[in-house]
C-alpha cells in the first residue's frame, strides 16, 4: 500500500470515527479533506468514474468500516464514564469545522449569500435541531432485539442502514444523533462494540444482524447519491450553504442534549473542569484536522475524476 493510499485509509478511518459521535458528521470530515465530492460524482457514475477510481475508493472505504468499528468498541465506555465532557469535546470539534465549510459555500465567488442562500442555511440548522426533539421527550429507549431478530427487527436495521448512509451523503447530518433520538443509537453500539461473549453462536447473531444493515446502506448510498451529485453540479453554492447550517445546527442540538443531561445530575467543579477540557480537547484536535486537511484536499483534488 502506497503513502497515498495509506493516507486515504487514514482519512476514512477518521470519518467513521466521527460518523458514529452523536451530533458530528463524519460527511463534514469528508468536506474538510476534498475528498466528499469525489466519493459523489464517483458513487453517482459507477461505471464511468467508480471502478476507474478504485485505488482511491478501497482503501478509504476501507478506513471508514475500521473507524466505526473503532469508536464503536470504545466510545460506548467514553459516553458512559464522560458522556457531558465528550459531549462537548464534541461541539468544539464540530465549530472548528465551521470557517472550512463557510469559505465551501463561498465558491471562489466575493459576492454576497443570496436570500435563498440563507434560507437554505437556516432550513438546514433547523433541521439537525428538531433531531434532538424526540431525545428531550424521552424518546430514547428501544426493545428491539438485534440478536433474536423477526421481521420488524429486520426492517428496522435496514432504516439503521440508511440512517447512517444519509448521514455520509449528507453532510452536516449526524446518524449517531438520529439513532439516539429514536432509540437505536445505544443496541448499535452494543451489537457492534460488545466483545464480552465473542462464541460462535454470538458472532453468528451479530453476522445476521449486520447484513440488513449493510444492505441499507448500500441502497442508502447508492440512491442519494445521484441527488447529491446534481445538486453540487447545478447548485454547489446553496447545497454548501444547506451543510453550512446543517453543521451549525450539529452544534446546538448537541449542548441541547448536553444540557438535558446536566440537569439530571448535580453541577460540581469536577464536572465545569471535566466541560473545560473536552472544549479544549476539541479545539487541539479541530486544529490539527484543519492543518493537515488542508493539504490533504489539494493532494485528493489533483487527482480527482481519472481520465475516461
Known amino acids: 500500500m502506497g503513502s497515498k493510499s495509506i493516507k486515504d485509509f487514514l482519512v476514512g478511518t477518521l470519518v467513521g470515527i466521527v460518523s458514529m459521535m452523536p451530533g458530528a458528521s463524519g460527511g463534514i470530515i469528508a468536506v474538510i479533506f476534498g475528498v466528499y465530492e469525489r466519493i459523489i460524482a464517483d458513487l453517482a457514475d459507477i461505471r464511468g468514474k467508480l471502478l476507474k477510481d478504485l485505488r482511491f475508493i478501497i482503501p478509504l472505504g476501507l478506513g471508514v468500516v475500521f473507524g466505526l468499528l473503532v469508536c464503536a468498541v470504545g466510545i460506548d465506555a467514553l459516553m458512559q464514564r464522560w458522556e457531558i465532557p465528550m459531549m462537548f469535546l464534541f461541539v468544539a470539534l464540530i465549530a472548528f469545522q465551521i470557517p472550512d465549510i463557510r469559505r465551501l459555500s463561498d465558491d471562489g465567488t466575493t459576492e454576497k449569500p443570496t436570500n435563498w442562500n440563507l434560507a437554505l442555511c437556516a432550513m438546514g440548522a433547523v433541521v439537525m435541531v428538531l433531531l434532538v426533539v424526540p431525545t428531550l421527550m424521552g424518546g430514547t429507549s428501544s426493545s428491539i432485539s438485534l440478536m433474536e431478530l423477526d421481521v420488524v427487527d429486520i426492517v428496522l436495521l435496514f432504516v439503521i442502514g440508511v440512517i447512517i448512509a444519509l448521514s455520509k451523503i449528507v453532510p452536516g447530518m449526524s446518524g449517531a444523533a438520529i439513532l439516539l433520538a429514536i432509540g437505536l443509537y445505544t443496541p448499535l453500539m452494543n451489537l457492534i462494540g460488545d466483545t464480552s461473549d465473542l462464541d460462535l453462536d454470538v458472532l453468528v447473531d451479530k453476522v445476521s444482524a449486520l447484513i440488513p444493515i449493510g444492505l441499507g446502506l448500500v441502497v442508502g448510498v447508492l440512491g442519494l447519491s445521484r441527488v447529491v451529485d446534481w445538486f453540487?453540479?447545478?447548485?454547489?453554492?446553496?447545497?454548501?450553504?444547506?451543510?453550512?447550517?446543517?453543521?451549525?445546527?450539529?452544534?446546538?442540538?448537541?449542548?441541547?442534549?448536553?444540557?438535558?443531561?446536566?440537569?439530571?445530575?448535580?453541577?460540581?467543579?469536577?464536572?465545569?473542569?471535566?466541560?473545560?477540557?473536552?472544549?479544549?480537547a476539541g479545539l487541539v484536535i479541530g486544529y490539527l484536522i484543519s492543518r493537515v486537511s488542508s493539504k490533504y484536499a489539494e493532494e485528493t483534488m489533483e487527482g480527482e475524476h481519472p481520465a475516461e
Open 232 to 280: 453540487l453540479r447545478n447548485h454547489r453554492r446553496s447545497t454548501y450553504f444547506c451543510i453550512l447550517g446543517m453543521t451549525l445546527g450539529s452544534i446546538v442540538a448537541v449542548v441541547v442534549q448536553a444540557v438535558d443531561s446536566m440537569a439530571e445530575s448535580p453541577v460540581e467543579w469536577t464536572m465545569i473542569a471535566g466541560i473545560a477540557v473536552g472544549i479544549v
